[in-house]
């Protein structure tokens, strides 16, 4: 089981998002998206570098990353009844979901994003996740008229079987946010097999 802050997280996540109808229908060679490259993990104290001071509680509405064109509204995501993170709607490309049980982003602790890689009639919304690099720039608008902006410090792939759960949904001591979508290589049989994880931390506010 996975855990997201203090909830239990199936692995059902991963399958929920990953299912790669577009590839089966498209060939997987010219349409696979872009994974990152060695060079965007984490290492030293890429994890450690400091943030700005934590924002309160305030729901978002949209997610920016300016660097793979990402400009997208969010919806709010609960638990399925098998306890797995819920994922936003297959037929709508240009959505990303948040755990809204879980941190908001720019407060204290792991915020958590997900949304889909493709779905039957193309690239959807985190299609071009894994060409982020470390350094780039992702913005929150949340509710209370602030954005949260965030700059990534790692950008990694993980198999199913090898996904770091604590690193991934564990804890955190300043304002951190969590980016998922599929990756991992694919096969044609059972789909993505596993995720890519964008890791960024809070470097400022703007508005509010």
Same mark, same amino acid.
Request: with cysteine; net charge positive.
């Given at each position: 089981m996975r855990r997201l802050g203090t909830t239990v997280v199936g692995t059902v996540t991963a399958v929920a998002l990953c299912a790669g109808t577009w590839l089966l229908g498209n060939g997987i060679a010219s349409h696979a998206p872009p994974q990152p490259s060695p060079a965007q993990a984490r290492s030293g104290r890429d994890g450690e570098r400091p943030a700005a001071p934590a924002l309160p509680p305030? %729901? +978002?509405?949209?997610i920016r990353i300016p660097a793979i064109r990402v400009d997208a509204p969010l919806t709010g995501l609960g638990l399925t009844r098998s306890g797995g993170l819920?994922? +936003? +709607?297959?037929?709508?490309?240009n959505l990303a979901g948040w755990y809204e049980a879980g941190t908001t982003p720019g407060e204290t602790g792991t915020a958590?994003?997900?949304?889909?890689?493709? #779905?039957?009639?193309? %690239?959807?919304?985190?299609?071009?996740? $894994?060409?982020?690099?470390?350094?780039?720039?992702?913005?929150?608008?949340?509710?209370?008229?602030?954005?949260?902006?965030?700059t990534v410090h790692a950008v990694e792939a993980y198999t199913a079987r090898d996904f770091p759960d604590e690193r991934v949904y564990g804890p955190?001591?300043? +304002?951190?946010?969590?980016?998922?979508?599929? $990756?991992?290589?694919?096969?044609?049989?059972? $789909?993505?097999? $596993? #995720?890519?994880?964008?890791f960024a931390h809070l470097t400022g506010p703007r508005g509010g």
């Open positions: 305030s %729901p +978002p509405d949209r819920d994922v +936003p +709607p297959a037929g709508r490309r958590i994003v997900a949304g889909h890689v493709d #779905n039957a009639d193309g %690239p959807a919304v985190f299609y071009r996740l $894994g060409a982020l690099e470390k350094g780039s720039r992702i913005e929150v608008d949340r509710r209370d008229g602030g954005v949260a902006v965030f955190a001591k300043r +304002p951190e946010l969590r980016v998922i979508t599929c $990756g991992g290589g694919y096969s044609r049989r059972t $789909g993505y097999q $596993g #995720n890519v994880v964008v």
